[in-house]
C-alpha cells in the first residue's frame, strides 16, 4: 500500500479510536473506574499519533523518479553547498544525466542558505594493493530556487 493511502488509514483510525477513548474516559470518570487516569493517558496518545500523521501526510513528498536513472545513494552532505552520491558498479554512460536529474529534484533545501548546490556522482575504481579512487563521473549545479 502506497504511504499517502496507508496514512489516510491510520489518521481515520487513530482519530476515532481516540474519540472512542475519549467516551470511555469520560464513562470512567462518571463511573469512578479506577482505571480513568490511564484511560486519559491513552486517550491523549492516540490523539496525539492522529495529529501527527496528519501533520507528516501533510509535508510528505514522495521522492522524483527519473526515466533512465539508477539509485546512487548519497555518500557525502555537507548541508551546505556539496553532494556527493556513490554510482553502482556497471553503471552506463546513459545513465549518469537521468541520475543526476533524479538526484538534483530530490534535493531537500534544509539549511541550504540560499546557495547553489554542487552535486556530484562518483564511482570507486579498484586502485592499487586493494585501495580504491574515487572518480567522478558527473556533476550538476542546482541553483537556490530548484534546491527549495
Not at 491523549?44 to 507528516?56: E, H, K, P
Not at 548546490?117 to 541553483?143: C, H, K, N, W
Request: aromatic content about 8%; proline content about 7%.
Amino acid at each position: 500500500m502506497p504511504l499517502p493511502d496507508l496514512l489516510d488509514r491510520a489518521i481515520g483510525w487513530l482519530a476515532w479510536s481516540g474519540l472512542a477513548f475519549a467516551l470511555l474516559t469520560l464513562v470512567a470518570f462518571g463511573a469512578r473506574w479506577g482505571v480513568r487516569f490511564r484511560l486519559v493517558g491513552v486517550t491523549s496518545f492516540t490523539l496525539l499519533l492522529a495529529v501527527s500523521c496528519w501533520a507528516f501526510s501533510v509535508s510528505y513528498q514522495p521522492p522524483v523518479i527519473v526515466e533512465g536513472a539508477v539509485r546512487a545513494p548519497v555518500v557525502f552532505d555537507n548541508g551546505n553547498d556539496l553532494v556527493v552520491a556513490q554510482a553502482p558498479a556497471g553503471i552506463s554512460k546513459e545513465a549518469v544525466e537521468p541520475t543526476l536529474a533524479q538526484l538534483a529534484a530530490n534535493l531537500r533545501s534544509g539549511g541550504r542558505n540560499g546557495e547553489e548546490v554542487v552535486i556530484r556522482l562518483r564511482q570507486l575504481q579498484p586502485g592499487p594493493e586493494g585501495s580504491s579512487t574515487p572518480v567522478v563521473l558527473g556533476e550538476v549545479i542546482v541553483g537556490p530556487q530548484a534546491a527549495a
